[in-house]
């Protein structure tokens, strides 16, 4: 399949422009470049697993990986159309800070290498992702976030989500 209709395949769910308007799909669009290429091949191998995502990942070539991965990042990240509320983004600003979530994410929360940026990301999926890293770490993830969020209450998680939607 050629990159355009992969890219505007990927948009149905993610996107046109990358940033996703579904409920907890996330938005590729100013995603690290290694990020994405990593998440691709993880899901590809089959160590990431997302059912929905491998009829899509399962044939890719490693240059289509490398393709998709550039085009992401080059997009520009736009906030989600989910409201913030403003003493929960106080709450999360306390709560990254003590965390220390912009030592990988980068203070910004744009994201590096493989860390993805969380910033403007959609507060539903960072809800969700966050959970499954505090309850149940997976095959392919980093551990480090698995421990970043442990103890963390679902109100601390939802007020880490609003700050970093709102950067």
């Known amino acids: 399949m050629p990159l355009a209709e992969r890219i505007t395949l990927c948009g149905t769910c993610h996107g046109e422009d990358g940033n996703s308007r579904m409920q907890n799909i996330p938005s590729l669009a ?6 994405v290429l990593n998440q691709l091949f993880l899901m590809r191998e089959g160590v990431r ?3 929905v995502m491998t009829p899509f990942v399962k044939d890719l070539k490693d240059d289509e990986l490398d393709a998709l991965s550039k085009h992401y990042a080059k997009l520009a990240a736009k906030p989600s159309d ?35 940026r969380v910033a403007k990301q959609r ?9 499954s890293y505090r309850d149940s770490p997976r095959p392919g993830a980093d551990t480090a976030m698995s421990a970043a969020v ?9 007020a880490l989500a609003h700050y970093a939607a709102s950067r």
């Open 82 to 116: 989910e409201p913030t509320d403003p003493a929960l983004v106080q709450r999360g600003t306390e709560l990254a800070n003590a965390r220390r979530c912009g030592s990988c994410h980068l203070p910004s929360l744009a994201g590096q290498d493989q860390m993805p």
């Open 49 to 51: 697993r997302i059912e």
């Open 123 to 131: 507060i539903d999926y960072l809800i969700v992702t966050m959970k």
């Open 150 to 158: 442990a103890g963390l209450s679902d109100t601390d998680l939802t």
């Open 30 to 35: 100013g995603q690290p470049e290694f990020y």
